[in-house]
């Protein structure tokens, strides 16, 4: 009937209790508040089904008053009939795999929201470079549904004049493990238009020092090369416009020392642009 007669003395030793409060159906005091009717529940359905009995719940420790996990497991015993006429159950000290489970699953939490928080595509790869998993910023930015991203669906969205490019560097980072970095154009779901990309990966090794996952960013810096580009024909133009007009041209630093003569200046005065860089 569930009624317990036997506790062995690790029990009494673990609550600090006398087998007067443990005997009968009285153990379940030292139950966690929270696991209480779970337990009770699944206990019931064992003695009513005859199934062997498994659950995880928390006991009181006697001195501390701290609960520790525990994996419970009961088998029943039957006569030559079939009726079961005892319970035989052992209580299994499983705190630490439980506490490490706990860590590991906050971890994890704490890892996907930062990767929905930052303002970066995050992607994650097995040690073959696969893609398995994503963040939302970066379904958003190709608009594809799952399987068009896993694997290397990512390459489809490359800028062709990158491709083999980018497709070298990842290659070769996969085989020595080296981490990978490279500037190139993905093109964008919605408006079908290419903005730069600046992406980094990092491998993740096991204690045995194998590659067992690739976590990677990919930043947006199209501005950026947008301004340097800029930057570059601004100053082309400037140069185009010194080396046609017709005059003598020099630009000079805040000491007085040329920095650029153009064309011009030198073949007036015979001087090259390195001897020009004194008095």
Request: overall charge negative; proline content about 4%.
């Amino acid at each position: 009937d569930g009624s317990v007669t036997y506790w062995n003395q690790r029990w009494y030793d673990y609550i600090s209790s006398s087998p007067k409060q443990s005997l009968g159906h009285e153990w379940s005091q030292f139950l966690h508040p929270d696991d209480y009717q779970q337990t009770l529940t699944v206990w019931r359905h064992a003695l009513e089904t005859g199934e062997p009995y498994e659950i995880e719940y928390r006991l009181k420790e006697g001195n501390t008053g701290s609960y520790r996990w525990f994996l419970t497991r009961g088998s029943p015993v039957r006569d030559e009939t079939g009726q079961i006429v005892k319970w035989f159950g052992t209580c299994t000290d499983i705190d630490d795999r439980k506490q490490a489970e706990q860590r590991l699953k906050e971890s994890r939490e704490n890892l996907r929201v930062l990767a929905e928080t930052v303002p970066q595509l995050v992607w994650s790869t097995g040690p073959d470079g696969l893609t398995e998993d994503w963040n939302q910023r970066y379904a958003d930015y190709f608009q594809a549904t799952p399987e068009q991203l896993r694997g290397y669906g990512w390459r489809q969205f490359l800028h062709p004049e990158e491709y083999d490019h980018v497709r070298a560097l990842r290659d070769r980072s996969l085989e020595t493990g080296e981490p990978y970095e490279a500037e190139y154009r993905f093109r964008e779901g919605k408006t079908g238009r290419y903005r730069w990309f600046l992406a980094r990966a990092l491998p993740v090794r096991d204690e045995a020092g194998q590659i067992v996952k690739w976590f990677g960013t990919a930043t947006d810096i199209d501005d950026r090369k947008r301004a340097e580009q800029q930057l570059k024909e601004s100053e082309e133009n400037w140069r185009v416009l010194a080396e046609t007009v017709p005059q003598l041209v020099m630009v000079t630093r805040p000491d007085g020392l040329h920095e650029y003569v153009n064309q011009r200046w030198r073949d007036y005065t015979g001087f090259t642009l390195e001897q020009t860089q004194s008095d």
